[in-house]
């Protein structure tokens, strides 16, 4: 099933996943025709190219793509989010996520 | 669990309590695994991941599933819906949570026609919570799915992952103990060696613990007459006073409220006070 992981990054730790496919929960900064600036729930600002088509709506969303540098990523899916996403919360989930506790759970 | 605590066929021991018959959790198969476990079990719902429920052990094709040597009953999910297969008979979700992938089966009841208006808003590309039981086929795993909901609040999918971790620490750690529990057993827990995260401040406040919420002139009070050789006709309030010192209508006072909350009660006379615990 390694094929399908994707583990919860913030911007961070995008450098260590460069060619692998992650799960960016961000907000919106911007989106101009393919590229869009989001922020990462540890407040660094990250550049997503978009897939065709794609536009961001909603202030909160999760982007699932692959890591191209340290601070780009390739869209592949998009998860809006709404309006109301504590991102305190959402970077403490990703800190434990890459807790060596929780190794066999994520 | 502690109403079976009395029956002196379940033992606590967990183990080696097979029963022939009468069992009054009716479980036709009576594995020597300690029933009163399973039973429990059985009726526990857990949060899980996707990649646990990959790594989900069974002895044989009819044992209980377990993570971790722990039995699994019914078990919640929460991953984002990658595609919808909907068939006439049950209608198949596959879920992935960043840890895996697994398709959730969900058997339609023909019958209803509200099963659109409850099942509904579930679209691909949305996050929804899965609760069932967790089945294999076949060789292949699915989430036997007896409910399922959008997640309308983001916040959600963070409390799952974060009660994901919580039960885990749970079950290698033990529950985390009441503030009240948690001097003598985070006492003992440090003789182990074994200092759990969970034991809130085990630092020396001498079962202070559950009067921290009072008045620092009431855990005061506290404080003296648990520093006081027990005798059966408690302290006298002169001797609280001369310890507190200040004002004695505040320290009458603390007194009354004290004893108001339970925490103190008089014994021989009015003035003299004793500790509830």
Same mark, same amino acid.
């Given at each position: 099933m390694t094929e399908h992981v994707s583990p919860r990054v913030n911007a961070a730790r995008l450098g260590k996943y460069i060619g692998r496919t992650i799960r960016l929960t961000c907000k919106v900064v911007r989106s101009q025709g393919d590229t869009a600036i989001v922020q990462a729930s540890d407040g660094g600002e990250v550049s997503v190219r978009l897939t065709q088509g794609t536009h961001l709506d909603g202030s909160f969303v999760e982007v699932i793509g692959t890591v191209?540098?340290?601070?780009?990523v390739k869209m592949l899916a998009c998860i809006n989010l709404g309006n109301d996403l504590d991102m305190d919360l959402v970077n403490d989930v990703v800190e434990l996520w890459h807790d060596p506790r929780f190794a066999k759970l994520v | 669990m502690s109403q079976y605590g009395d029956n002196p066929y379940y033992g606590n021991t967990g183990g080696g309590g097979y029963l022939a018959g009468g069992s009054p959790f009716g479980s /036709?198969?009576?594995?020597? !695994?300690g029933q009163l476990r399973r039973a429990a079990a059985q009726h526990s719902l857990r949060p899980v991941t996707i990649k646990q429920l990959h790594n989900a052990t069974q002895a044989h094709s009819d044992a209980e599933w377990t993570i971790d040597d722990a039995e699994v009953g019914q078990i919640t999910v929460v991953g984002q819906v990658v595609s919808i297969n909907s068939q006439t008979t049950n209608c198949l979700y596959w879920l992935d949570d960043g840890t895996g992938r697994i398709e959730a089966r969900h058997w339609v009841d /023909? !019958?209803?026609?509200d099963d659109a208006e409850r099942w !509904?808003? =579930?679209? #691909?590309n949305t996050y929804i919570r899965v609760m069932g039981s967790l089945k294999s086929f076949a060789n292949k795993r699915y989430i036997n799915a007896s409910h399922l909901r959008l997640i309308?609040?983001?916040?959600e999918i963070q409390f799952h992952f974060l009660e994901t971790f919580t039960v885990d620490l749970i079950f290698q750690k033990g529950a985390p103990l009441r503030p009240s529990e948690a001097s003598s057993a985070g006492a003992a827990a440090n003789h182990q060696g074994t200092?759990?995260?969970?034991?809130?401040?085990?630092? /020396?406040?001498? !079962?202070m613990e559950q009067y921290a919420h009072l008045p620092s002139i009431q855990r005061r009070i506290v404080q003296f007459m648990m520093s006081q050789p027990h005798q059966? #006709?408690? =302290?006298h309030v002169a001797a609280i006073a001369r310890h507190i010192g200040g004002d004695a209508q505040a320290i009458s006072d603390a007194l009354d409220r004290l004893m108001d909350e339970g925490h103190v009660f008089t014994t021989i006379d009015d003035s003299h006070f004793a500790l509830s615990t």
């Open positions: 191209n540098d340290a601070a780009t | /036709a198969n009576g594995s020597p !695994g /023909a !019958g209803t026609d !509904g808003g =579930i679209t #691909e309308k609040d983001p916040n200092t759990s995260v969970y034991n809130p401040q085990s630092t /020396a406040t001498g !079962g059966n #006709e408690g =302290i």
